[in-house]
């Protein structure tokens, strides 16, 4: 199975700031690398897919990079319905495996 | 608008089966770009990948769950469902149902929280 390591595995931070969330792969995964924001109670949210495509209806200040083993979620200017937990996945072979998750919540 | 349901029993007591079912309204489980998927997540805890199926009948599970995972499509009543038998109390959690693709997981269910307890 590949591994999906994120980090930080927790943060707090403030409206307006710049958050940057980084994922690693065990292996080689191309760029079939998807972000999710996931809120206490609800199902996840489908943010960023092939590791740079912004979902459709999703804020600009989201966005993503990266390709093969390293990637990262950046979040331009945090609104206040942005906390949440974020996590990875990786869609490049089965078993697909999400990372532990990124809890950001509100300094 | 896609939507997605699950259903079944809240309780299952250790060494049962759990079973649910999907039911699929907006889009067609019988279009062929999608895959249909059971993704679970134990109290407090991260997502975990259960399995996929297609329209045709087409499956895959995760290897961790070994042979207690079964998959089925009613391409009739555009449900889709899980069979995981054997169950321990590792296997509480909630429990979504999900249309992905090899882009992710675009839409799911709420998600249903299901107990093994005796």
Known sequence: DIQMTQSPSSLSASVGDRVTITCRASHYISNYLNWYQQKPGKAPKLLITAASGLESGVPSRFSGSGSGTDFTLTVSGLQPEDFGTFYCQQSYSLPWTFGQ???VDSK | QVQLQESGPGLVKPSETLSLTCTVSGDSISRSTYYWNWIRQPPGKGLEWIGYINYSGSANHNPSLKSRVTASVDTSKNQFSLSLTSVTAADTAV????????????????????????
């Open chain 1, 101 to 103: 998750g990124t809890k």
């Open chain 2, 95 to 118: 429990y979504f149902c999900a249309r992905c693709r090899n882009g992710g997981c675009d839409y799911w269910g709420q998600g249903t929280l299901v107990t093994v307890s005796s």
